[in-house]
């Protein structure tokens, strides 16, 4: 009993700290990114490059990990089909996600570019209505409402507000959206189920082919003419074993707790990065009414998704315990 106990408390232990390891990679990456493109001292003004950066040490790393040392497995069930109708709008929309998400952040605060990201459901949702994945509803809408309520609120008490920012920000909401979109039809539509690390494997290659076409064209002249070849190899390294680090922290959330855990922490991490900015960057200075707008509008979906998460996992754990007891009573 006592062992069992003991084990119990390391299983906590080890969960806890997968969940902290998250939000603490999680925020310190948003924090990370905004100081690489927007330090004088880095001197990498290039979203661009740094999301092509990531993608290619992200598919090299895949590689190594799941062909060369194989630490890890990349699932099966990939086709050709699947691979072009969903893998790679997924990699484009991804791509699209974090070029124009990385470049908001030259021109806002990252608290304000994360309390705009609360419009996020709302996105999703009229777009799974139109690719028939969600129903339209009268709760629903009055949900959605009130999320574009609350971040109408944030962005009317925003001090500095640059709309070049919110422009890109709400760009790489749109294309965020999008991806969840396809992600959802991939699993549903196609049943393919895939782990982080196999869908790094699958999307990273193709999201730095669609990053590699706008750098050539729109950076890549800019870095020639500045001669900005010459950054910091170790800090930009440094950046992108964090983005990777970050991803395999979601894959151990996930497969140590659940979906629901990942998306408390998510709210954790929302909260953390807001009120950290405004302590840590001069150019954010939050107000009451952007902390009650973000409330609103945080509020709003995570009450409704929590819940609804929280009942497919009572019915899931529900489904599993049906054999446990047969299989007793059928012994006794």
């Known amino acids: 009993m006592a062992d069992q106990r003991r084990k119990l408390m390391s299983e906590g232990v080890v969960t806890y700290a997968y969940i902290l390891l998250y939000i603490a990679l999680s925020s310190g990456q948003i924090f990370f990114n905004k100081w690489v493109l927007s330090s004088k001292e880095i001197n990498f003004p290039y979203p661009l490059a740094l999301t092509l950066l990531h993608m290619v040490f992200s598919s090299v790393l895949c590689f190594v990990l799941t062909k060369v040392l194989k630490i890890m497995k ?11 109708s969903s893998v790679i ?11 124009l998400g990385n470049t908001a952040y030259l021109y806002i605060s990252v608290s304000f570019a994360q309390m705009l990201k609360a419009i996020m459901p709302v996105a999703v949702f009229i777009l799974g209505v139109a690719a028939g994945l969600e129903v339209m509803s009268c709760r629903m809408l009055l949900i959605m409402s009130v999320i574009s309520f609350g971040v109408l609120v944030a ?15 709400m760009g790489g909401v749109v294309g965020e959206a999008l991806r969840l979109i ?3 039809i991939l699993v549903k539509r196609k049943g393919l189920k895939l782990n982080p690390i196999s869908v790094m494997y699958y999307v990273s290659p ?3 082919l669609c990053l590699l076409v706008p750098w050539i064209f729109l950076e ?23 983005t990777f680090a970050l991803n395999l922290s979601v894959f151990l959330v996930i497969s140590h707790t659940s979906a629901l855990t990942i998306r408390v922490a998510g709210v954790v991490k929302d909260w953390v990065v807001v009120l950290l900015s405004a302590l840590l960057f001069v150019d954010t200075k939050l107000t009451l009414i952007n902390l009650c707008g973000y409330a609103i509008g945080v509020a709003a979906y995570n009450s409704h998704k929590l819940k609804k998460e929280a009942s497919r996992v009572i019915s899931d754990e529900s489904r599993d315990a049906l054999p446990l007891i047969s299989s007793s009573t059928s012994n006794e």
């Open 74 to 84: 990349v699932e099966e069930g990939m086709t050709l089909d699947i691979y072009i």
């Open 89 to 99: 709008p997924i990699g484009a929309m991804f791509a699209m996600t974090l070029w």
């Open 155 to 169: 962005s009317y008490g925003e001090i500095n507000i640059n709309w070049v920012g919110v422009i890109y920000q």
């Open 182 to 184: 396809f992600m959802e």
């Open 206 to 208: 193709c999201s730095a």
């Open 220 to 242: 890549k002249p800019k870095m020639d003419e500045q001669l900005t070849w010459s950054f910091h190899p170790l800090v930009l390294t440094l950046n992108c074993i964090c």
